[in-house]
């Protein structure tokens, strides 16, 4: 059974990076055909596609945050990471991370964490 | 790209049946079959309960049902139960490697 868990800071100052791993158990995330994603979702709001990434390194963004965001995998770690720069408080959200089966579902997800921008 | 529009709230009585919609564009919905719906509870992930369309992954029950009709997907569920209370959102492929959530639907059981 495939496991995905968030971690990172929980409180990120405006202008800033955030900075965001999901770590992978239950399977080696080189293994099958799967990109692996990160989704967001303000409080009380829905949800929102960051990007996602392939284990060769092949990335794809959703174009209203490409400008600042960065996905990175460590297969030797079985984890992936997100990078989103210059935050303001609309990046507030529960941050996800989530197995992409190729054709854009997700089928796998993380319990979430939150991330605050604030001073 | 803009968010697929869902209407913001259904309700049923347990037993009956509720559609929810989910409307995109000619550039997302109408031109992929890659729909997926997700059942969101309060404070846990979401989960998926339908893809490509009207796909069930294995251990979703069969009273929940997906399809499409030209720019506009729908989610069906049948046989109401109390615990089907919860969040319901839409996914499309949007092109150029990108995809699109809807807004979400709250599920009131009455």
């Known amino acids: 059974q495939v496991q995905l868990q968030e971690s990172g800071p929980g409180l990120v100052k405006p202008s800033q990076t955030l900075s965001l791993t999901c770590t992978v158990s239950g399977g080696s995330i080189s293994s099958g055909s799967y990109y692996w994603s990160w989704i967001r979702q303000p409080a009380g709001k829905g949800l929102e596609w960051i990007g996602r990434i392939y284990t060769s390194g092949s990335t794809n963004y959703n174009p209203s945050l490409k400008s600042r965001v960065t996905i990175s995998v460590d297969t030797s770690k079985n984890q992936f990471s997100l990078k989103l720069s210059s935050v303001t408080a609309a990046d507030t959200a529960v941050y996800y991370c989530a197995r992409d089966l190729l054709r854009y579902y997700f089928d796998y997800w993380g319990q979430g964490t939150l991330v605050t921008v604030s001073s | 790209q803009s968010a697929l529009t869902q209407p913001a709230s259904v309700s049923g009585s347990p037993g009956q049946s509720i559609t929810i919609s989910c409307t995109g564009t000619s550039s997302d919905v109408g031109s992929y079959n890659l729909v997926s719906w997700y059942q969101q509870h309060p404070g846990k992930a979401p989960k998926l309960m339908i893809y490509?369309?009207?796909k069930r992954p294995s251990g979703v029950s069969n009273r929940f049902s997906g399809s499409k009709s030209g720019n506009t997907a729908s989610l069906t569920i049948s046989g109401l139960q109390a615990e089907d209370e919860a969040d319901y959102y839409c996914?499309?492929?949007?092109?150029?490697?990108?995809?699109?959530f809807g807004g979400g639907t709250k599920l009131t059981v009455l």
């Open positions: 996914c499309s492929y949007a092109g150029s490697s990108s995809v699109v």
């Open positions: 490509e369309v009207s």
